[in-house]
Nanobody, 122 residues
């Protein structure tokens, strides 16, 4: 089992920044892919970014490329999502997740955090 706990959400003005954290515990993560997903009200959960825990290979959704940065700190067993130039359309509950494959499909991730709300509004 892998336990994931997100933090760092909040209210920010358009153009602002936030950094989300995802603290992991339980199994070793060396063989996992970690991802960030988000779900806005009335919409399906969507892929945001992913990273291979061991090698740090990353990829991003087109909508956040160049604005968001995913990273991890193995010593702290924590993953991060640095979000810059935030826009109202980034408003959503953000979830971290862990899975075995290099995939952006929600159903392929087996472990999920409880989510953290990000609201971008003036």
């Amino acid at each position: 089992q892998v336990q994931l706990v997100e933090s760092g959400g909040g209210l920010v003005q358009p153009g602002g920044s936030l950094r989300l954290s995802c603290a992991a515990s339980g199994r070793t993560l060396s063989t996992y892919v970690m991802g960030w997903f988000r779900q806005a009200i009335g919409k399906e959960r969507e892929f945001v970014a992913r990273i291979t825990w061991s090698g740090g290979v990353t990829s991003y959704a087109d909508s956040v490329k160049g604005r968001f940065t995913i990273s991890n700190d193995k010593a702290k067993n924590t993953m991060y999502l640095q979000m810059n130039s935030l826009q109202p359309e980034d408003t959503a509950v953000y979830y971290c997740a862990a899975g075995r494959g290099w995939t952006i499909q929600v159903n392929d991730y087996h472990y999920w955090g409880q989510g953290t709300q990000v609201t971008v509004s003036s």
